[in-house]
């Protein structure tokens, strides 16, 4: 048993060790993302119509600066960290930076996992959440949302399975399916589920992991049929390993739309100045230059909303 784990355990580490080194120029979604290129930050100028919309006397976690939690998994194009293993690059930093910029801030990235981000952001240890976190009925009632991007999610499988498409609910019964807990898609993969047992059809069965490379080596071993999660993250594997193939798309606010958003404290008065300073750099373009240089250019949205209806509204 012990040999097992320590097998594991360097099949885990190889994985992700070798994430940076094999990822870095990549090509899907009609864009070529290089993180060598990527490592260069995308700045913006100070939107002073943002700025005046921070409540008077806020408090910033470290003054001067904001201060973001970001989660810290190697999930390119959305996280991942750099060659020196320390410095977080992807989307969701770049996304931060821009905020940051605007609000003439400078820009402090925590990295945190995702079951942290919550209680993080209530009790005010972090400004905000940037980690793809999407909008929903039952998250408007502890956050403020801003959004900056539509929620895509991707069914993938191993390039060899015999499942060819998942479009529709009843297809993923009897299957063994990644997934991350508490989020917008285990909700989605739930409402399927109870749906499909009411007509007599077998459960479907989560897989959860802490990481990508416990998500890769659980697919690729058979432990798990499929990947269900954001599609940017599910096209990048594709395309950087060729042992993936897409069977199946839907919005994140299934059977609606719904968008990727900052993240605030309920009634902190951020939400309304990111909206500004979000909706500025979608007018300036730098916004499009940082989901374009992801690969994320198809997942764009052309302004910014505060709380707009989500999964569950």
Request: net charge neutral.
């Amino acid at each position: 048993m012990q040999t097992q784990k320590t097998l594991i355990a360097l099949l885990l580490l190889a994985v992700s060790g070798s994430l940076y080194a094999e990822g870095t120029n990549v090509a899907y979604n009609g864009q070529r993302v290089s993180l060598e290129a990527n490592k260069d930050p995308i700045n913006t100028a100070k939107n002073a119509q943002a700025v005046a919309q921070i409540p008077a006397g806020h408090h910033f976690v470290v003054p001067g600066s904001f201060t973001v939690a970001v989660a810290a998994l190697n999930s390119p194009p959305l996280t991942v960290f750099s060659d020196d293993n320390k410095t977080l690059l992807g989307s969701e930093v770049d996304i931060a930076r821009l905020v940051a910029d605007s609000l003439g801030l400078k820009l402090n990235v925590v990295p945190t996992s995702w079951e942290d981000w919550p209680l993080g952001v209530t009790s005010g240890k972090y400004d905000a959440a940037i980690s793809n976190v999407t909008v929903t009925r039952e998250r408007k009632e502890k956050f403020d949302f801003a959004t900056y991007r539509r929620d895509t999610l991707g069914f993938y499988v191993k390039t060899d399975s015999n499942i060819k498409a998942i479009t529709r609910a009843e297809d993923i019964a009897g299957l063994r399916i990644i997934v991350g807990s508490g989020t917008n898609q285990e909700a989605v993969l739930l409402e399927w589920d109870k749906a499909n047992q009411a007509k007599g059809l077998k459960p479907f069965t989560p897989i959860y992991t802490r990481d990508d490379a416990a998500q890769t080596l659980a697919l690729q071993s058979g432990r798990a049929d499929a990947f269900f999660g954001p599609n940017v993250i599910g096209a990048w594997k594709a395309a950087l390993s060729g042992k993936t193939r897409l069977v199946g798309s839907f919005d994140g606010g299934w059977p609606k739309v719904a968008h990727i958003a900052v993240t605030v404290k309920k009634g902190s008065g951020l939400a309304e100045p990111i909206n500004t300073a979000l909706n500025g750099v979608i007018q300036n373009g730098d916004y499009l230059r940082v989901l374009n240089r992801w690969g994320e250019g198809v997942e764009k949205i052309d302004r910014s909303e505060i709380n707009p209806p989500g999964l569950g509204d």
